[in-house]
């Protein structure tokens, strides 16, 4: 399977947006905006349909992210000061609601629409909106989440052909990593 532009350029972008991100550049959700209609486009043409939907998701909560970051940007005393992690309560509700969540976008797939993998890519797809959701929240979590959710979408890249995303994701996934590390280092100087 050849590589298509569209992957090329999106998953440079996602790699972009995600160094950004760690760095806390408010230039992340530019770079991830782009990557995200160009990643829509092969997800659509590989019938990954809740892989598709995610990426319109990605979409508003990247308006989302950008006006919230912008917004933290002119309240908080300093950067640092904005992040924090989820309390026990709010992780478990994280957790309820990627399970339902991924089980009823499965459950619709797989009714009504000729998906292929339905449900576990609707588990990947909850995940990842579980994590974006985070990270426009600014929550140190959100890294964890992307942790889970890059090294599963390895699985059905490589089930699809889809290489160069197997190598993304697994580049995203370490990159997760360092994020976490990064954004645990500063909220410990906190």
């Not at 782009?34 to 995610?54: E, M, Q």
Request: hydrophobic letters at 50%; one cysteine or more.
């Amino acid at each position: 399977m050849s590589l298509s532009m569209e992957e090329v350029i999106s998953s440079v972008l996602a790699l972009v947006g995600v160094w950004l991100t760690i760095r806390r550049s408010m230039w992340c959700w530019a770079a991830l905006g782009i990557s995200t209609i160009l990643f829509g486009i092969v997800t659509l043409r590989g019938k990954l349909y809740a892989d598709t939907a995610l990426q319109v998701i990605y979409l508003a909560t990247c308006i989302y992210g950008a006006w919230q970051w912008w917004r933290q940007s002119h309240t908080a005393a300093s950067p640092e000061s904005e992040i924090t992690a989820l309390t026990p309560y709010h992780r478990f509700i994280a957790i309820v609601f990627t399970l339902c969540a991924g089980a009823l976008v499965g459950l619709f797939l797989d009714i009504y629409s000729d998906a292929d993998i339905p449900y576990y890519d609707s588990l990947c797809f909850a995940m990842s909106v579980t994590a974006q959701i985070l990270q426009a929240k600014k929550k140190i979590d959100n890294w964890l989440w992307w942790i889970m959710a890059d090294s599963a979408y390895c699985l059905i890249y490589w089930y699809k052909g889809y290489y160069s995303f197997v190598i993304l994701f697994i580049i995203l996934t370490a990159m997760a990593y360092l994020g976490y590390r990064e954004w645990k280092q500063q909220l410990s100087v906190i």
